[in-house]
């Protein structure tokens, strides 16, 4: 069986009707893309629920690489996430939701294990806004970032990250002096993020020692 390529987006929210995320990412489900087969998965914008969706995700698919997708509406460039930490603070902490650890014992924070800079060269070489960023919020993309990153943290070959979207186009036109980007650019540039992150991984596997158990 070819590796699976888990990619994640996410449902609306924000009273928003689509997520970005979402809707690039189910145009990929299915797709081979190198070696692998991509499977598209939707989360929800909780953090339990997401948390234990991807967790079950990752369990049942055994993904050979992961990549989350998210919306970040305020941006007004594709960006590809440096760092997850563990840290739950929503800007509007309601619904019981208190600033918190994502996990109790876990390290404070976790690196993207996929090739940012060959990404970035990749989407900016097609001409499409994208920059590295910082800081995936401490929201519920932060949360799946990090769970995801944490829940592969013994299998160091498995490459995982985190690319927040702008808004469609669509979204824009409903608010004010918000920036944009149309659906198909978005979908251009995560499939050269995915394309570069199977081309490295593929010469990993191949150029990898065996592993000691
Ligand atoms: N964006 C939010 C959560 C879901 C999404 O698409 C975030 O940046 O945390």
Redesign the pocket.
């Known amino acids: 069986m070819p590796p699976a390529f888990l990619l994640t987006?996410?449902a609306p929210?924000g009273g928003e009707r689509i997520?970005p995320?979402w809707e690039v990412a189910q145009r990929f489900d299915g797709r081979q893309i190198g070696d692998f087969t991509i499977r598209a998965a939707r989360l929800p914008?909780v953090r339990l629920p997401a948390l234990r969706r991807l967790a079950q995700l990752i369990k049942e698919i055994e993904p050979g690489a992961l990549l989350g997708?998210?919306?970040?509406g305020e941006r007004p460039a594709i960006t590809l996430e440096q760092i997850a930490i563990n840290l739950f603070s929503p800007d509007e902490i309601g619904g019981g939701e208190r600033i918190r650890r994502i996990v109790e014992d876990g390290p404070d924070a976790y690196f993207a294990r996929v090739p940012l800079g060959a990404m970035l060269s990749a989407i900016a070489r097609d001409t499409i806004p994208a920059a590295l960023s910082l800081t995936?919020?401490a929201?519920?993309?932060?949360?799946v970032m990090y769970a995801g990153l944490h829940a592969l943290r013994n299998s160091p070959e498995v490459p995982a990250g985190f690319v927040?979207l702008p808004y469609a186009t669509a979204q824009a036109a409903r608010h004010r002096d918000v920036a944009s980007m149309s659906m198909d650019l978005m979908e251009r540039a995560v499939e050269l993020s995915i394309a570069t992150i199977v081309s490295r991984a593929g010469r990993r596997r191949a150029n990898r020692p065996l592993r000691r158990k």
Do not use: E, K, P, R
């Not at 997708?69 to 970040?72: M, W």
């Not at 929201?139 to 949360?143: H, K, M």
């Open positions: 987006g996410f929210f997520n995320s914008v997708l998210g919306q970040a995936a919020g929201f519920v993309c932060n949360a927040h």
